[in-house]
């Protein structure tokens, strides 16, 4: 586990060497180790040759995943935080009775989380991958297959609001779900 520990924490200090951020680092926690999943070989128009290839119907999954995408809320943290709140926990709810509903196996759902511009690079980015975690959890509790579930994280990186007041950093500790197909 140190070793594990020791080769994560000198990869970070790698990567934040770099002149540039990553603007998408996709990390998915299995069995409480961090492990780095690679998506780059696969893009949006791959995976919808795939879902249209078997039954034609990528048109009408298209739609529904947008439908769905407009419905389903965003789930806000406290600062420094990546507990679900009970509030929150409530709109977790709604969104896994909205996703149960619609046929499950068109579509899967990506979970990244956010958080605001205080911390570091590595923290947040950490951070965000927790917070998504927290969601796929809770979503799994309340009858969502796992295995549809990616996490990524996006740290500070992906901010919906940019100004330096709380109310814009407020909006910034999310975890969204973007649909699939």
């Known amino acids: 586990m140190k070793l594990l520990l020791t080769g994560l924490a000198l990869a970070?200090?790698?990567?934040?060497g770099?002149?540039?951020?990553?603007?998408?680092?996709?990390?998915?926690?299995?069995?409480?180790?961090?492990?780095?999943?690679?998506?780059?070989?696969?893009?949006?128009?791959d995976s919808?040759?795939?879902?249209?290839?078997?039954?034609g119907s990528i048109g009408m999954v298209a739609q529904t995943i947008e439908n769905l995408e407009s419905d389903v809320?965003?789930?806000?943290?406290?600062?420094?935080r990546y507990n679900i709140s009970s509030d929150m926990?409530?709109?977790i709810r709604a969104n896994a009775r909205l996703l149960?509903?619609?046929?499950?196996?068109?579509?899967?759902?990506?979970?990244?989380?956010?958080?605001?511009?205080?911390?570091?690079?590595?923290?947040?980015?950490?951070?965000?991958?927790?917070?998504?975690?927290?969601?796929k959890e809770s979503l799994t509790s309340f009858g969502i297959d796992e295995n549809r579930i990616m996490i990524v994280s996006f740290g500070e990186s992906?901010?919906?609001?940019k100004?330096?007041?709380?109310?814009?950093w407020d909006k910034n500790r999310r975890a969204e779900l973007k649909l699939l197909p």
Do not use: H
Request: aromatic share 8%.
């Open 100 to 135: 149960n509903e619609q046929n499950s196996k068109d579509f899967s759902i990506k979970i990244e989380g956010n958080c605001d511009e205080w911390g570091t690079d590595e923290y947040n980015y950490a951070l965000g991958l927790k917070r998504a975690k927290s969601v």
């Open 48 to 55: 919808s040759s795939t879902n249209a290839n078997k039954d």
């Open 18 to 45: 770099c002149s540039q951020k990553n603007q998408n680092l996709d990390m998915a926690e299995v069995d409480g180790d961090m492990r780095t999943n690679d998506f780059t070989g696969m893009d949006d128009s």
């Open 89 to 91: 926990e409530v709109k």
């Open 73 to 80: 809320s965003k789930i806000y943290f406290a600062f420094d």
């Open 163 to 168: 100004d330096s007041n709380q109310a814009c």
């Open 12 to 16: 970070m200090l790698v990567l934040s």
């Open 158 to 161: 992906n901010p919906e609001c």
